[in-house]
């Protein structure tokens, strides 16, 4: 019987089976089985499975689900891509080859047994089959404890490492942003892999922040702060992983990075803040405070406005009704149920607008870049009022001044 005539006759049998019957049914010739590239991996290696499905019976569709997988915990599985679909003849038979491949790794050491079900659906309306998967085992070793740096960054896999500072001639106090790039294949940890080593005494370094993410590239920047003249060069930037490859740990390094000091720069004068629509109003109230209608302002006079209201609409109507005796004590008691609101909206308005506290030391400079020239230091605990933000850095008002600083330099109240 040819394959055609196998294809219709195994049709007819499905059409005219009954539903009990057909839910059982067996996929003809159709078999599945997962590999792998090695069947001995080590812990949080990603390493390549191939799904291979080959069909030589009644006609199937092109979709397949996998049912019954392991958990995360034990083996995780990245999204199958097809490769290129092929033809055997096997037996005499023609048959349809088709090979689905995925990364996968597993984050925890021992054997590990994957045998999921395959769902294939027939051509024929409302038909599926469940087809045994052939199991995939694998032996899952822990990381080699010999040879394992003291600041391994528990990435495991093939990696490049690219690093750079900015700016390089400074002035004492000015901040040093570190770039630091790790490109490659496998699992990256979730703390940053890569990071300038530790300086005491001679450079106050910050935890690295994350600024982009790829599917094999990471990009942190890293905030550095020289302590002094002596501090010539910012550390070099390491990296430590496991390559399972060759099995052995690999170090990559970069840097160190020279700095220049310039002569201190002379401080520019930082203009006191007067919005447009207020210039020139406020001084005379408060040195160093300018008027402005802001949120504040709006407040207070709303409170004033609503007090004034109630009082006038209680004495109205109390006139109306000729109780003039009620009319003076209803806005007496008006005018006290509204006074708290009316005296916080007041020193609202009169004090400085603060809606963040600075985290830690920074200059705030003209312009939102670390060489920008430097205007006025703030201290840890300094009340700012947040203006607006660009990146990183964010333009903030204290005292009547203004400057960029850096956003992981501010805590929100």
Not at 84 to 101: K, L, M, N, T, Y
Not at 279 to 299: I, N, Q
Not at 393 to 409: D, F, H
């Amino acid at each position: 019987m040819g394959l055609f005539s196998l294809a219709l006759f195994s049709g007819f049998v499905l059409l005219f089976t009954p539903a009990a019957t057909r839910a059982q049914f067996p996929a003809p010739l159709v078999a599945a089985e997962l590999t792998a590239e090695r069947a001995d991996i080590y812990v949080n290696e990603h390493f390549s499975v191939v799904l291979e499905v080959r069909a030589g019976g009644a006609p199937i569709r092109p979709s397949f689900k996998l049912t019954s997988l392991p958990p995360p915990g034990v083996l995780t599985f990245d999204q199958f891509r097809e490769l290129r679909a092929e033809r055997r003849i096997e037996d005499g038979r023609a048959v349809d080859v088709r090979r689905f491949r995925t990364a996968a790794r597993a984050p925890a050491a021992g054997p590990v047994e994957a045998a999921p079900t395959l769902i294939v659906e027939s051509f024929m309306p409302g038909r599926a089959y469940e087809v045994p998967v052939t199991p995939l085992r694998l032996n899952v070793r822990e990381l080699p404890a010999e040879g394992r740096p003291d600041d391994f960054s528990g990435a495991v896999g093939t990696f490049r490492l690219e690093a750079g500072v900015t700016p390089a001639e400074i002035v004492l106090g000015d901040l040093v942003t570190a770039r630091i790039t790790v490109s490659g294949t496998g699992h990256f940890p979730e703390r940053a892999p890569a990071v300038v080593a530790d300086a005491p005494g001679l450079f106050k370094i910050y935890e690295p922040s994350l600024v982009s993410r790829e599917e094999n590239r990471l990009v942190y920047e890293q905030v550095i702060v020289p302590q002094g003249t002596n501090a010539a060069a910012v550390p070099a930037v390491r990296l430590s992983f496991f390559e399972p490859l060759s099995g052995a740990y690999v170090n990559l390094s970069q840097g160190p990075f020279p700095l220049t000091y310039a002569p201190k720069r002379e401080g520019a004068a930082f203009a006191r803040y007067r919005p447009a629509e207020q210039a020139g109003v406020g001084d005379a109230r408060r040195p160093g405070r300018t008027a402005s209608l802001g949120y504040a302002a709006r407040m207070a006079l709303a409170a004033v406005a609503y007090w004034i209201l109630a009082a006038g609409a209680a004495f109205a109507a109390a006139v109306r009704a000729a109780r003039k005796r009620a009319a003076a004590l209803a806005a007496l008691l008006a005018a006290a149920a509204l006074f708290a609101p009316f005296r916080a909206g007041l020193r609202a308005l009169l004090a400085p607008p603060r809606n963040a506290v600075m985290a830690r030391d920074a200059t705030a400079r003209f312009a939102p870049a670390h060489a920008s020239v430097a205007g006025f230091e703030l201290s840890a605990g300094t009340a700012v009022r947040l203006v607006e933000t660009s990146g990183d850095w964010a333009k903030i008002e204290s005292r009547g001044n203004r400057g960029w600083v850096p956003r992981a330099s501010l805590e929100a109240r």
